[in-house]
Every structure is written in structure tokens, then in C-alpha cells.
């Protein structure tokens, strides 16, 4: 699975994992202006394949729709998650969940995944697809700080002070995205000298104070991980259970009977290979344009109508929360979207109009 796909939902609960205050070395290490910011930025490019394993922290505090095909998002990126991770590279990896009620494991190989839920004993194993809900490795620093990154332009790429994280040296690098539509101030990435691979990635939205994003390795270790720990075997009382169609995203991009167009508010397309949800924007300004069923659309359409702070706009019904947008666009049997990303608030209404040819919501 490409690395664009495999950020695409993050739209939906993307940028919504928040502040993890980490305990860092009593010195931080002035920026070293013999490395420029394209430097750092090739070193993070060619870390790509850099094996190692490890333990990361993430805390999210931003609240997503109820909705329970949304849940296992609203669980990653709206509560405190703590995970394992053993990569030996972007076709072989595998992260664990670990929580007080238990553990949830991906293994992925050979265009698979496999899903493990140590409570339930049930093991589920799905095809890669062109698009998806995000996952625990969605959330890992490195993965992440390959995305945002991803056509970064030089103008936009500055170095920050460096830092020590997990114990080591780390240079800093910012990103400050140019495109108008952009949801998001800056993101700052701070990878390992050494190797290159990010350790930590937070990110601002407009307003200024502290992150709307933060993921950070607590532990690291370079080097291929244990070939045991990339390799499962279900127990004999498992459940095993096979899912060609994932999740919510791609059942949605695999059945729905929609065409998306090539860009929308003035946003390219940015995945290929995706049939009915379309995916725009470039590094951390994302969009997305998912199809739903009249009767998903009317549950979410209420919901975000009750909840505090949103608004009835011309367009729909739209939710805002620091770089992030939500809007469910005016109800229409056959013709209903939810629009997500780390846009303004402008460009996911002037979205909306392009796809509903300008259908206006009836505000009370």
C-alpha cells in the first residue's frame, strides 16, 4: 500500500492525536548550521527502510463523531495509546496497542494485514487497499513524518533547534505549508541524526499554542527486529475471519456508485487507484470526499448538528476543531458526503458546493 493511501483517513481523525508531554534530556543542542533543511529532509526520505524496534506514546484529545463504525478510530486518536512497534520495513512491520483491557496487534506481510484482538481471541486478515480507517502504525512518528513531508517544497522547509528524544540526538525540522487551503500552521519533525528516521512529530493548527499533534518514540533500538515477533500463528481457540472490504473507507470507495473529480477546491487528487472517495491536498493539508449511505448521513447529520460548536452553514453542517474540519453536506437521498481534512473551514464549504452543485442546507 502506498504511503499517500495509508494517510488518507487519517482526514477523518487525522491531526487529532494530541499533546504527549515528553520528559527530554536537560539539554537541547543548538540547531548545527552544517546541516541545511534539505539535508535533513533526504536523510528522512532515504529512513525509510531503516530497521529497528521500539515503544511510542501518543495521547489524543479531540472528540470525533459517535458513530460505531468509526470506533476503533475514535479509540486511537481520542484516548492516550501507548505501542509497540517492530519495523523491518514499509511490507513488513508490526505494532501493538497496549491498553488496560488488553492488546491489539497488526502484523503486516505479503499485502496483508493481520488483525489480532487479544480479548475477543479473534484474528481478522484483509487485503491491502487503495484507501483505509487508520491504524496503530498510522500514528508511529516516522510514518507520520513521511507523509506530512511528502512533496514538501524548499520554500516551506526551515531547521529548528535539535533534541534529544529517546535518548538521542535528533535534528529538528520544520514545515510551514503554503497552500491556502491549509488547515495546519507547521509541523516540526525531529529526526535521528544518526539514522534519519523521525522520532517525534508535532503539529500546530492556526491558533497558535501548543500541539494539536504530538507523537514521540519513548524507546528505540536500530537494527532488524526479532523475526519471532514479525511472525504469528493464531492460537487453536481463535476466531479467524477474512475481510476483503476493511473498513468503512473502503467499503465505501468499493461500493458506492460515485465519481469523485480529479481536484476539488482546488486541491489534486493525491491517491490513485480509489473509485468513489476521493483523497486531495499535498503534505499535512489534506481533504477528503467520502460517499455515505442516506442513512449514515442523516445519523451524522443530526449528531453533528447537537454538538456544541457547530455550525449550520449554507453548504451543510460543519464541525471545527483547531486544524481539522467536518461537514455533512445538505441531505439528499443518493447525493450525500462528509467532507474531512486538515483544511479551513472555506475550503472544505467551498468543497461541499462543488460536489452538491451547490445544494443549500435548511439552517433553523
Not at 451543510?316 to 445538505?330: A, K, S
Request: hydrophobic share 40%; net charge negative.
Amino acid at each position: 500500500m502506498s504511503q499517500a493511501a495509508r494517510w488518507a483517513w487519517f482526514g477523518v481523525g487525522v491531526l487529532l492525536l494530541v499533546t504527549v508531554p515528553v520528559l527530554l534530556s536537560a539539554r537541547t543542542p543548538a540547531v548545527d548550521d552544517r546541516i541545511g533543511a534539505a539535508a535533513v529532509l533526504e536523510r528522512v526520505r532515504a529512513s525509510r527502510s531503516v530497521p529497528f524496534s521500539g515503544y511510542a506514546e501518543s495521547e489524543g484529545s479531540v472528540s470525533l463523531p459517535s458513530e460505531e463504525a468509526l470506533s476503533s478510530v475514535v479509540k486511537l486518536i481520542g484516548e492516550s495509546a501507548s505501542i509497540r512497534v517492530w519495523w523491518a520495513g514499509p511490507e513488513e512491520w508490526r505494532t501493538a496497542i497496549l491498553r488496560p483491557t488488553g492488546e491489539t496487534d497488526h502484523w503486516h506481510r505479503d499485502g496483508e494485514t493481520v488483525r489480532w484482538v487479544y480479548e475477543s481471541k479473534r484474528v481478522t486478515v484483509s487485503p491491502d487497499v487503495p484507501i483505509r480507517l487508520p491504524i496503530a502504525v498510522d500514528v508511529l512518528p516516522h510514518v507520520l513524518a513521511d507523509r506530512v513531508l511528502a512533496g514538501a517544497r524548499p520554500e516551506e522547509l526551515t531547521r529548528i533547534e535539535d533534541r534529544h528524544v529517546a535518548g538521542r540526538a535528533a535534528l529538528g525540522l520544520r514545515l510551514a505549508p503554503a497552500d491556502p487551503q491549509a488547515g495546519v500552521d507547521h509541523v516540526d519533525v525531529w529526526a535521528d541524526a544518526r539514522t534519519g528516521v523521525p522520532l517525534r512529530v508535532d503539529l500546530f493548527g492556526p491558533a497558535g499554542g501548543p500541539p494539536a499533534l504530538s507523537t514521540s518514540m519513548r524507546e528505540v533500538e536500530f537494527g532488524p527486529p526479532d523475526q519471532a515477533a514479525l511472525t504469528f500463528t493464531p492460537p487453536e481457540d481463535a476466531s479467524v475471519h477474512y475481510d476483503d472490504t476493511v473498513d468503512l473507507a473502503a467499503a465505501a470507495d468499493r461500493y458506492a456508485d460515485r465519481t469523485v473529480p480529479s481536484t476539488l477546491a482546488g486541491l489534486p487528487s493525491r491517491v490513485a487507484g480509489v473509485r468513489s472517495v476521493g483523497v486531495y491536498g499535498r503534505g499535512p493539508t489534506l481533504l477528503m470526499a467520502l460517499p455515505l449511505r442516506h442513512s449514515d448521513a442523516e445519523r451524522l447529520h443530526d449528531e453533528l448538528a447537537r454538538r456544541a460548536g457547530s455550525t449550520c452553514a449554507a453548504e451543510g453542517i460543519l464541525v471545527g476543531t483547531g486544524p481539522l474540519h467536518l461537514l455533512v453536506t445538505p441531505q439528499s437521498y443518493g447525493d450525500d458526503w462528509l467532507l474531512a481534512g486538515t483544511v479551513t473551514d472555506a475550503a472544505v464549504r467551498t468543497a461541499a458546493a462543488e460536489l452538491t452543485g451547490g445544494r443549500e442546507e435548511r439552517c433553523p
